[in-house]
Nanobody
Framework: QVQLVESGGGSVQAGGSLRLSCAAS????????MGWFRQAPGKERGFVASISTGGGSTRYADPVKARFTISRDNDKKTVYLEMNRLKPEDTAVYYC?????????????????WGQGTQVTVSS
């Protein structure tokens, strides 16, 4: 199985940017579809973005389209989430997840491995 560790969270003013990283170890990183999810207090964990095994295809939740970019570097075993034009409603704990199947997953239950999360706080 794969172990995931997120980093890069923090506090930022509305309109600012952050870049999250998720470092993987174990397993075979290049075989996993990767995803980012987020969870705000009192809300369910929701899909943010996902990326195919080779990085050639991506999907995004509607609220983050045109603002967030997911990418991966299979040599470094790392997946990234570039977040631009951040809004207060983006405030949440962001989780990196790995799906041990070579197809898309946009639901949390479809992912097999999870990091511990990193806090993102956006102030107005």
């Amino acid at each position: 199985q794969v172990q995931l560790v997120e980093s890069g969270g923090g506090s930022v003013q509305a309109g600012g940017s952050l870049r999250l990283s998720c470092a993987a170890s174990g397993g075979t990183f290049r075989d996993y579809y990767m995803g980012w999810f987020r969870q705000a207090p009192g809300k369910e964990r929701g899909f943010v973005a996902s990326i195919s095994t080779g990085g050639g295809s991506t999907r995004y939740a509607d609220p983050v389209k045109a603002r967030f970019t997911i990418s991966r570097d299979n040599d470094k075993k790392t997946v990234y989430l570039e977040m631009n034009r951040l809004k207060p409603e983006d405030t949440a704990v962001y989780y990196c997840a790995a799906r041990a199947y070579t197809n898309w997953g946009t639901q949390a239950y479809e992912y097999d491995y999870w990091g511990q999360g990193t806090q993102v706080t956006v102030s107005s």
